[in-house]
């Protein structure tokens, strides 16, 4: 950690070095919602390089902040878990991404599309409690998403959705009956995502259309929910 030392003894220079190399902040975004595994982490960070990943974390555990260990029963996976020291770190992350929300322009976010972090993020925010009555067959819902705007290889990702077991998200079509279809652009469903607009606003501008099971589509604000930055006030300028 020594690397562009402020050479400062200052509290706030020390924990600079440590927390505001590039990626750092990002990659403890990632831990702290949850992301144990090397290969989660890549979907949170899916711009970084893994070589860059690898080496964030060996900084990271260096300096007390993460923990390495074996994952039970799998040969060659590893986890990594915050320590009491990188637990403290949550509310400084979502501070910062709070005062983003807050103070930075949306049009400055909107500029910085990228559903594999977009679908990422929704996928492990999604609250499943309003969809279990609502789950098609064997209890489980198949939501497709549509990016209109996006080259065919980008353009369509499924989130299969089970009420009991959590949420799986894939970019190749896992097989099953779809319940739900979207069909929107990048820009629209980030946008909602962020709390810029709302479904209710999109679906009206026809900027998303919905498709299929009706009860899952009513309700689609409220088990898509929000980003967990976009849900503090925004500055009015």
């Known amino acids: ?11 706030v220079a020390m924990a600079a070095e440590v927390l505001c190399t ?3 902040m990002i990659v403890l975004r990632e831990l702290t919602a949850g992301s144990t595994r090397f ?37 060659g996976v590893f986890e990594y878990t915050l320590t009491p020291a990188g637990r403290e770190l949550h509310p400084l992350v979502m501070g910062v991404g709070q005062w983003g929300h807050k103070w930075l ?28 009555d609502k789950s098609g067959p064997r209890g489980r819902s198949i939501i497709q998403f549509i990016f ?27 097989g099953f009956d779809v319940d739900l279809y979207l069909t929107t ?12 607009t709302t479904v ?4 009206a501008d026809d900027r998303l259309v919905t498709t299929g099971n009706r009860a899952l589509a009513a309700d689609l604000q409220t088990w898509l929910g929000l980003s967990v930055f976009a849900k503090g006030d925004r500055a009015v300028a």
């Open 1 to 11: 950690m020594a690397e562009g030392s402020y050479n400062q003894f200052c509290p």
């Open 22 to 24: 590039r990626w750092t």
């Open 39 to 75: 290969n989660e982490l890549r979907r949170g960070v899916p711009r970084m390089s893994p070589a860059l990943l690898s080496k964030r974390l060996k900084d990271l555990e260096a300096a007390g902040i993460v923990t390495r260990a074996k994952a039970p029963g799998e040969a």
């Open 105 to 132: 322009t949306s049009g400055a976010s909107l500029e910085n599309l990228d559903v594999n972090l977009l679908m990422w993020d929704m996928r492990r925010n999604l609250n499943t409690r309003p969809m279990r």
């Open 148 to 174: 209109s705007d996006l080259a065919p290889a980008q353009r369509h990702w499924w989130l299969i959705v089970d009420p009991r077991e959590g949420t799986d998200l894939c970019s190749v079509d896992p």
């Open 185 to 196: 652009d990048l820009k629209t469903m980030t946008a909602v995502w962020m709390g810029y």
């Open 200 to 203: 209710k606003r999109a679906k």
